[in-house]
């Protein structure tokens, strides 16, 4: 008599399994600990920065935004970790806001929605995908994220349709190339000299050939 196969949920087994294979290591969270409070210090900066440069058109000062959520794209390029992106960026807008940030205690709410957003992109490719458009995908994802807690607090929800429409495909645009490719560039200038070479996103930089 033949074996059934069956054909619904896959066994136990096979998903812990899958959760040992992407277990953290303490290495990972050194390193998301040390991307992520420097990650904050930028933040910080571009607080200022924003500040100090008015723009009157919310659609034209979303360009600005990407860069606010680079933790969530670097940090799970380099480590391949689920809820990297989330953890990132929630260290990076608690130690902007620690640091002293214009936003208050929004610098880390903020972050948490802007980093779920991330991690959903992520979550989508099975956390297997990495590629430069993967990482801009799910980088884009953050501005979701932005749009949604600025809809609620920043008040987004007071521009007309049109002005949200742009706003939040401008946000995405931002966060795709500001957090996704700047990440995805970084991390390669890294991972050339070598210092990155205990993760996997290091090991997937090195040049074929090098030992």
Do not use: H
């Amino acid at each position: 008599m033949l074996n059934r196969i069956p054909l619904g949920p896959r066994p136990a087994a096979f998903l812990i399994g899958e959760v040992r294979a992407v277990q953290w290591k303490m290495r990972d969270i050194v390193l998301t600990a040390i991307f992520s409070a420097l990650s904050g210090a930028i933040y910080l900066g571009w607080d200022f920065l924003f500040k100090a440069v008015p723009v009157a058109n919310p659609v034209a000062a979303a360009a600005f935004n990407g860069l606010w959520w680079i933790a969530g794209g670097i940090v799970p390029y380099v480590i391949r970790r689920p809820g990297a992106a989330l953890l990132a960026e929630s260290i990076g807008g608690f130690v902007e806001f620690a640091l002293g940030s214009p936003y208050g205690i929004q610098a880390f709410t903020i972050g948490i929605a802007q980093g779920l957003g991330i991690e959903m992109g992520f979550m989508l490719g099975r956390y297997r995908r990495y590629s430069p458009l993967w990482v801009m995908f799910s980088c884009a994802l953050g501005g979701i994220g932005n749009y949604v807690y600025s809809y609620f607090y920043y008040g987004v929800n007071q521009y007309t349709a049109a002005i949200q429409l742009g706003y939040i495909v401008v946000t995405m645009l931002s966060g795709a190339v500001l957090a996704g490719l700047l990440s995805w560039l970084i991390a390669r200038a890294l991972g050339r000299t070598g210092v990155l070479n205990n993760f996997q996103g290091g090991r997937d930089i090195q040049p074929r050939g090098s030992a």
